[in-house]
Antibody, heavy 114, light 110 residues
């Protein structure tokens, strides 16, 4: 079955960077873009952007434009989200999802605290 | 970009029917497909409706979706409510490859 498996929880200090991975299985990785979505504690879902594993093209939400890098490694069917210059309000669960929404990762809790 | 507005919360009794609305602020609701996600506590979202009114396999036919161009909104209807339906529900659509989520609706089955 289609699965997206994410890396484990992270604790980072303000100003640091974090890189979250998302490994796909059960389908051809290059067929669908991967979206990244975050959810702050007690809040709703917020789309951050997507990356096409086929072309490498990206589409980032403007508020993250200067801090986020999305990449993929097709040999391992893995997508990565890197977020730089972390702030306390970046504390959230980060999800990867197939662009059509049919599969989601289990989520990765990123805690930013001094 | 447009916004999708949902009621903050709804509640209904087991066995009854509830409808959750999702109103698009600008542009036609019919111009891009609407998806609905269910998110139970401490779980990832899961699709219950895609492409306006399609159910993924495994989702019971108690869940149905529709769009209404006159009100520029989409709706998720859950009939025969069960306690297990208690969750947060999010609508989602897109425009020019940008994805937009509604703010979410907390469904309480009491």
């Amino acid at each position: 079955q289609i699965q997206l498996v994410q890396s484990g929880a992270e604790v980072k200090k303000p100003g640091a960077s974090v890189k979250v991975s998302c490994t796909a299985s059960g389908y051809t990785f290059t067929t669908y873009a991967i979206s990244w979505v975050r959810q702050a504690p007690g809040q709703g879902l917020e789309w951050m952007g997507w990356i096409s594993p086929n072309s490498g093209s990206t589409n980032y939400v403007q508020k993250y434009q200067d801090r986020v890098i999305m990449t993929t490694e097709t040999s391992s069917s893995t997508a990565y989200l890197e977020l730089r210059s972390l702030r306390s309000d970046d504390t959230a669960v980060y999800y990867c999802a197939r662009y059509d929404g049919s599969a989601w990762g289990q989520g990765t809790l990123v805690t930013v605290s001094s | 970009n447009f916004m999708l507005t949902q009621p903050h919360s709804v509640s209904e009794s087991p066995g009854k029917t509830v409808t959750i609305s999702c109103t698009r602020s600008s542009g036609s609701i019919a111009s891009n497909y609407v998806q609905w996600y269910q998110q139970r506590p401490a779980s990832s979202p899961a699709t219950v409706i895609y492409n306006d009114d399609q159910r993924p396999s495994g989702v019971p036919d108690r869940f149905s979706g529709s769009i209404d161009s006159s009100s520029n909104s989409a709706s998720l209807t859950i009939s025969g409510l069960r306690t297990e339906d208690e969750a947060d529900y999010y609508c989602q659509s897109s425009q020019s490859s940008n994805v937009v989520f509604g703010g979410g609706t907390k469904l309480t089955v009491l």
